[in-house]
């Protein structure tokens, strides 16, 4: 029996490009099929029905035709729009960080639900602008999880014994924590402080409801943002683009309190 021309699914718009004078190309993030991309024509016209419903960070019943190079939008209706979060700045900032890393960690036409959720569950939390920091480490932790990029937190990733609370250090290119004695085996290692291993054990052994309810000062959170950061850069081999708007944003507007 031949494919059906036309199919449907649940999507998250994560990208948009341009396209002629009033189509765009989007990225969608899919339940079904995973990261894939298709045509949405008209959309960038004033009249266009669908435009409201393919907006960035839109959560969206999608109806698509297939296409010999890309697929066409032929339908769509929104399931979530995420209205706090895209009406607020520092939100909006913090859930293109996300669909970001779920673009970049993601290979196209390839599903994976326990990162749909994920995506969906966190775009949900930040509507709700609260420990915005922490949701989005939790984030951070579940997709390398899910990625197959799980951090070594709980023993020396050189030596294989238990890390202890004392001064020991983070390596990206070692996937994970070293004890005092082997620190000099990776130049590139970096201070850990006790605080900071502990929150990312117990963010990565619980979940949200467990690890949202920690309390955190704005220097621990400046230290886990910036280790995460870094470890994920060196598994991406590149600079996050959201993120270095989400630092810029900074240096310009005070940010709000969590």
């Known amino acids: 029996m031949p494919e059906s021309r036309e199919y449907q699914t649940e ?17 969608f993030y899919t339940r079904d099929h995973g990261k894939i991309e298709a045509v949405a024509k008209g959309v960038r016209r004033p009249k266009s029905k669908l435009a409201g419903h393919l907006e ?9 035709a297939r296409g010999h190079n890309l697929d066409t939008v032929i339908g769509s209706q929104t399931i979530d729009s995420f209205l706090p979060l895209k009406n607020d700045l520092w939100l909006t900032s913090y859930g293109l960080y ?11 036409n390839s599903a994976n639900q326990s ?6 569950e966190t775009l949900s939390r930040l509507s709700q602008a609260q420990n915005s920091d922490l949701i989005l480490r939790y984030f951070e932790m579940r997709l390398l999880d899910i990625s197959g990029y799980r951090p070594q937190l709980r023993e020396c990733v050189a030596c294989k014994t238990e890390l202890k609370p004392e001064a020991n250090t ?19 290692s970096f201070s850990i402080s006790i605080d900071a291993l502990k929150v990312l054990r117990f963010v990565q052994k619980n979940n949200f ?15 886990l943002k910036n280790l995460m950061a870094g470890y994920i850069r060196y598994i991406l081999e590149k600079e996050v683009k959201s993120a270095t708007w989400l630092d810029s944003l900074g ?8």
Do not use: H
């Open 11 to 27: 999507a998250v718009v994560i990208k948009k490009i341009k396209l002629g004078e009033a189509d765009r190309i989007l990225t």
């Open 170 to 188: 983070f390596c990206s290119a070692a996937g994970g924590a070293l004890c005092p004695n082997c620190l000099y085996e990776e130049p590139t």
């Open 115 to 120: 990162m749909f959720e994920l995506l969906i």
């Open 251 to 258: 240096g310009r507007f005070d940010k709000p309190a969590a």
């Open 56 to 64: 960035l960070l839109t959560y969206t019943q999608i109806r698509l």
């Open 209 to 223: 409801e467990t690890a949202g309810r920690l309390k955190i000062s704005a220097e621990l959170a400046g230290e």
């Open 98 to 108: 996300a669909a970001e890393l779920v673009n970049q960690f993601n290979p196209q």
